[in-house]
């Protein structure tokens, strides 16, 4: 069974201070990678998609991808209240379906 | 092209009865997705099709389910003798291939 995994949570960040969300897979073939959020009653939303080993950034939002370790992260600077909402990480393996983890829900402190 | 389109936004049925959910992917997508959530969970994958073709079914899902994407366009979700444990958000989401995946808003079903 080929699986995501997510520390649920919660977790509170005070605002203005990084926020790091972790995700571990089980598939050393997986290429795609991706984070979505979703606030409460909403469909999920993509924030950032990875293929490749190293970093990527947009704007105040960054994901790492380490396939050897296989993990991936998101890191959110200057957290805002509105980052408030449920993080989901979600994995193609090989070129399979996409399979979500549980997520983590992240609050924001003011 | 709006984006992924999901009809009806919300489904009020009585146990026992059959429904039917519509997804309309993105024009250009050939991967289409159907998932179920339940609060405090992630997405639980049901079945997902590349063009009319249906690759997998999860285990998990009853044979009151079924899904339909008769020319790798629309595609359809009908849940027949429902029950009150099938209440859940239904998610449907299209992608190219194993690229980005993006999601219509959603039906919420509720069984009473």
């Known amino acids: 069974q080929k699986e995501v995994e997510q520390n649920s949570g919660p977790l509170s960040v005070p605002e203005g201070a990084i926020a790091s969300l972790n995700c571990t897979y089980s598939?050393?073939?997986?290429?795609?990678f991706f984070w979505y959020r979703q606030y409460s009653g909403k469909s999920p939303e993509l924030i950032m998609s990875?293929?490749?080993?190293g970093d990527k950034e947009d704007g105040r939002f960054t994901a790492q991808l380490n396939k050897a370790s296989q993990y991936v992260s998101l890191l959110i600077r200057d957290s805002q209240p509105s980052d408030s909402a449920t993080y989901l990480c979600?994995?193609?393996?090989?070129?399979?379906?996409?399979?979500f983890g549980t997520g983590t829900r992240l609050t924001i402190i003011p | 092209d709006t984006g992924v389109s999901q009809d009806p936004r919300h489904k009020i049925t009585k146990r026992g009865q059959n429904v039917t959910f519509r997804c309309d992917p993105i024009?250009?997508?050939?991967?289409l997705y159907w998932y179920r959530q339940t609060l405090g969970q992630g997405p639980e994958f049901l079945t997902y099709?590349?063009?009319?073709?249906?690759?997998?079914k999860s285990r998990l899902l009853s044979d009151r389910f079924s899904a339909e994407r008769p020319k790798g366009s629309f595609s359809t979700l009908e849940i027949q003798r429902t029950e009150q444990g099938d209440s859940a958000m239904y998610l449907c989401?299209?992608?190219?291939?194993?690229?980005?995946?993006?999601f219509g808003q959603g039906t919420r079903l509720t069984v009473v």
């Open positions: 990875i293929y490749s080993n």
């Open positions: 989401a299209s992608s190219l291939g194993d690229r980005e995946a993006f």
């Open positions: 024009s250009e997508h050939n991967r």
């Open positions: 598939d050393r073939g997986s290429q795609s």
């Open positions: 099709f590349q063009n009319e073709a249906q690759l997998e």
């Open positions: 979600a994995v193609v393996f090989g070129n399979e379906k996409l399979t």
